[in-house]
């Protein structure tokens, strides 16, 4: 099978879980994960469909939204304060953002670029030591803090679930939905309306994902690899 029928499957997949769940299949963006391919395979999801891609590295990113301007490109990967610039140059949507630094680094740059920068606040909900992101408690004080930079705009949250543990990645799907609705009962309807982004879920764990809840799913090896199976 090639990446364009796997890209489709995955497409028609997605929409068949949203139904299962009484969900529109519109709510629920498919982020293919490009970072362990070529300009070649992108072009090939393209070709199938695909508009919105993910790259964690900036210098991967750059290159193929620069090669790609047709498609929406995702920042996942781990924010450096030095490479900022060239994130912001190039994301539509960065993921990952859990420290205040580069909340305040991410203002300066998209106020250079002219731009304001939509993010995610990635939670760990688990609690794993090797996991980035911000303590479920502390997401307001970080949400509070953004509210106040002209250039950054919190479009929701990201979390990374366990692998290969299906009943702790739902656990996680569910806590981070759990405090989504939270946060966004306690915003003003203005706000309430752009906070509207839940990215989680990945290849072997996305169908959990979008039951709990998830808007935006981030697959890669499920669309780019041919040895992955579901
Ligand atoms: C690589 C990556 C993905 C995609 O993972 P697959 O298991 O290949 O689907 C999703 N999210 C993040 C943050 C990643 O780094």
Redesign the pocket.
């Known amino acids: 099978m090639g990446i364009e029928q796997r890209y489709a499957n995955v497409a028609a997949e997605v929409a068949a879980v949203c139904r299962e769940a009484g969900r529109d299949p519109a709510e629920v963006t498919v982020v293919a ?1 490009s ?1 362990t391919v070529g300009p070649d395979a992108v072009a090939r999801a393209l070709a199938a469909g695909a508009r919105d891609f ?1 790259e ?1 590295r900036p210098d991967g990113l750059a290159e193929k939204a620069a090669a790609f301007p047709q498609a929406t490109w995702h920042f ?2 781990n924010i450096q304060s030095r490479r900022i610039p060239d994130i912001v140059r190039s994301a539509a949507l960065v ?2 953002l859990f420290e205040e630094r580069h909340a305040r680094k991410i203002d300066e740059a998209a106020a250079v670029a002219g731009k304001v920068q939509d993010v995610l606040l990635e939670v760990n909900v688990s609690g794993e030591e090797s996991k980035g992101g911000l303590a479920p408690g502390d997401v307001r004080a970080l949400l509070d803090v953004c509210a106040r930079l002209p250039h950054v705009r919190v479009r929701g949250l990201m979390t ?1 679930a366990p692998q290969g543990d299906p009943a702790a990645a739902r656990a996680v799907f569910e806590g981070l939905a759990n405090l989504y609705a939270q946060l966004r009962a306690g915003l003003d309807p203005a706000q309430a309306a752009l906070f509207d982004g839940l990215s989680m879920g ?3 764990d996305w169908r959990e994902a979008v039951r709990a809840g998830a808007t935006i799913v ?5 669309v780019f ?1 041919d040895a992955f199976e579901a």
């Open positions: 994960v970072k993910g964690n996942i990967g993921h990952s990374m990945m290849s072997e981030r697959i890669g090896r499920a690899d």
